[in-house]
């Protein structure tokens, strides 16, 4: 059963997902994708909770954690998960050495933890990294500083609803049901006026810093849009295996949970 609870960091109230028990396997962190929070991770939790103990947060500002005051970038991200780390082993929640997983806006985030605290973090897995060029990274970023603030009208949020209606319900994998697509875009639809915070992270992030990541790395690829550019990414690891699942594209947690639960399972437990 996945339970939800709360802990703290730098900005206040840290919410995550928890399931599973401790024993020989290392415990693993589940680091969600932006605009999502940890929900998006419910049926990998079920499906990696059969032999390990598994948490997954919500990104600062996201799901149902504290916002910061503006914008940290990765590094504020991350060390914000870096004090729910130390504050889940004073609670005896977490104690260790964990592994981690990332998704997406969520691969940076355990890259940039990594980096930052290898005495807690043993293995680093991957999927989507987005590794831009330098000038697709510019004007991403610049489109996320520049995000209109939300309106009387409700203009804003009416095109930012329509967009993500449209992209996570109208183009979903055709085996995820209507009803989970559409508790899928009300998670994500949930961030509103902080919607852009992480992407302004994600797109003036240094690439150049996955070539510090020491810890034994997995990149576990879909056949997606990111494909190829998190394929060139993942080369940049120093110690990186890659696994490509070509026969998958999005919606990998609704549709191949057990399979990416197992994926994870032949890479972590061989360590």
Not at 27 to 32: D, E, K, M, Q, R
Not at 143 to 158: Q, S
Not at 162 to 189: H, I, Q, T
């Amino acid at each position: 059963m996945i339970s939800r609870a709360y802990t703290t960091c730098r900005y206040g109230q840290m919410h995550y997902r928890i399931a599973g028990t401790a024993g020989e396997c290392a415990p693993v962190v589940l680091l969600h994708q932006n605009p999502s929070s940890s929900f998006e991770y419910e049926p990998l939790i079920a499906a990696l909770a059969a032999d390990r103990l598994v948490v997954a947060f919500d990104t600062p500002g996201y799901g149902m954690s504290d916002a910061p005051p503006a914008s940290p970038g990765m590094a504020g991200y991350a060390a914000a998960f870096s004090d729910a780390l130390d504050a889940l082993e004073v609670e005896g929640v977490l104690a260790g050495q964990v592994d981690l997983y990332g998704f997406h806006t969520g691969s940076l985030l355990a890259c940039e933890l990594a980096i930052a605290r290898p005495d807690r973090v043993r293995a680093v897995s991957l999927t989507g990294i987005p590794m831009y060029d330098a000038d697709a990274l510019a004007s991403r970023l610049a489109d996320a500083e520049n995000y209109p603030a939300l309106d009387e009208e409700g203009t804003v949020v009416r095109d930012l609803t329509a967009g993500l209606w449209a992209y996570v319900v109208g183009k979903r994998d055709p085996r995820v049901p209507l009803e989970k697509a559409a508790l899928n875009f009300a998670d994500k639809a949930r961030a509103m006026d902080r919607f852009t915070w992480a992407y302004r992270g994600v797109w003036s992030w240094d690439f150049a810093r996955l070539e510090q990541v020491a810890q034994p790395a997995l990149l576990l690829q879909p056949a997606e849009d990111l494909m190829h550019l998190s394929l060139k990414a993942a080369a940049r690891l120093p110690s990186c295996r890659v696994v490509e699942l070509t026969d998958l594209d999005r919606d990998i947690f609704d549709i191949a949970p057990e399979r990416i639960a197992d994926e994870l399972r032949d890479f972590l437990d061989c360590l």
